[in-house]
């Protein structure tokens, strides 16, 4: 983009009027991105057609703000660390005694997983909320038990919300069948799909509607930010108002530590009228493992989530600094329903856009325009981050993550899970698993069983490594099988502050 509107320059387009310049060239980008949405909305009928609609006007907004975006979107010398009391600490919201009923507060409340997201990353297919992570129980099953147990236990009516992708919506509601005599109602939305945009014409990739053959990479799903306008768009936000919900919960579905918090809710719906808060941001402490995470700052007399794509280059260091700045967002969030449909309505719901570069498999290049759902916590009345434990972060991204979760570190009760009493320390061990175990179907040929891991540090395991059955893994513990070797931990074995490398395979005879 700034090729286009700084392209006048080598024309010789005088310095006075380059603005102009600039003008005209990002109205002729809109108009011709305009013109080819239109001629694609053109191949779509029926239903497609209204869905698409939709979607592109969202597009067109977006499209809109990304030309006039001029350089970095924060000016480094006006961040300032937030106000002592916009960031609350947990214990202090947990200090506060509950109600007798938190059935009222309860029944305000709409749980939202954000479950656009598929299990490549993991060598899986379809999404990644269907892949077992705990006694053949799904991320998807996990959330049905937690919220049913709510409902059983307060005798109350707290609905689950899926915001599904166009990757993950069928297989999704194929599978949502099985919960039908579960106590708690389940609502589905879909995130808007935009067109990918060619990086040298600024113009769609896409040829026609369709999402097959050639097609079948040139849209995208615009990040979690759009939760605000397809929730608004899809007619469920009006519905769950009347309803009388007041208040949504959002988080990763893969986040197994993102479960209702009856303080944070309670503190919530316990506010005077004039000082409501429409928006908590849960934040946690920083580790050295979190330095890319978004932090809150104070700009601008508001709060305001700093992702890293956003730090110019000459301060990313500092933005990775643990001392400066020194908590990071979860993206377990509690935003106000009517808040989200006055801003909608006003459009006042302002997000910084995130350009995200690709490469399709043909090797053209093209960049997602995308929001985040936390950048939209400056546009809310009273919005408040609060410091919670690292337990209410437990995400699983990779099968190294996975192994943490399946192991005997956590106990599951309820859908919920918890550090186990039986760890001395409550910090999760840091688990690496190398190139072998990137795969779940691969990682499950490796393990006849998951090991001890209750006074496990630091584990690294490398190369073609399989573990038999009940392994202890204690303090730090290495295994590399270098390249043409084989290690093979036999039953029973206990390794602790160990090294293991080289080639060890026992075989039956």
Known sequence: ITLYLTSGLSKGVPNGGMAQFQ?????????????????LLDTATGVDKEVSKKDFDGFKKLFHRFLQVKGPSVDWPKIHRPPEDSIQPYDKIAALPLPDSLADSLNKLVVVKLNGGLGTSMGCKGPKSLISVRNENT???????????????????????????????EDTKKILQKYTHHRVKIHTFNQSRYPRINKESLLPVATDIGMTGENADVWYPPGHGDIYASFYNSGLLDQLITEGKEYIFVSNIDNLG????????????????????????EVTDKTRADVKGGTLIQYDNKLRLLEIAQVPKAHVDEFKSVTKF????????????????RLQEQNAMDMEIIVNPKTLDGGQNVIQLETAVGAAIKSFDNALGINVPRSRFLPVKTVSDLLLVMSNLYSLEAGSLTMSQKREFPTTPHVKLGSSFTKVQEYQTRFESIPDMLELDHLTVSGDVTFGKQVSLKGTVIIIANHGDRIDIPAGTILENKIVSGNLRILDH
């Open 23 to 39: 003008e005209e060239m990002r109205q002729q980008l809109e108009t011709s991105m305009h013109a080819e949405l239109d001629k």
């Open 326 to 341: 020194k908590i990071f967002n979860t993206n377990n969030l509690w935003i106000s329903l009517g808040a989200i449909k």
């Open 139 to 169: 991320f998807l099953d996990l959330t049905v038990q937690q919220i049913e147990h709510l409902n059983k236990k307060y005798n109350t009516d707290v609905p689950l919300v899926l915001m599904n992708s166009f990757n993950t919506d």
């Open 258 to 281: 993102a479960t209702v918090d009856l303080n944070i809710l309670h503190h919530l719906v316990s506010q005077p009228n004039g000082k409501r808060c429409e928006f908590i941001m």
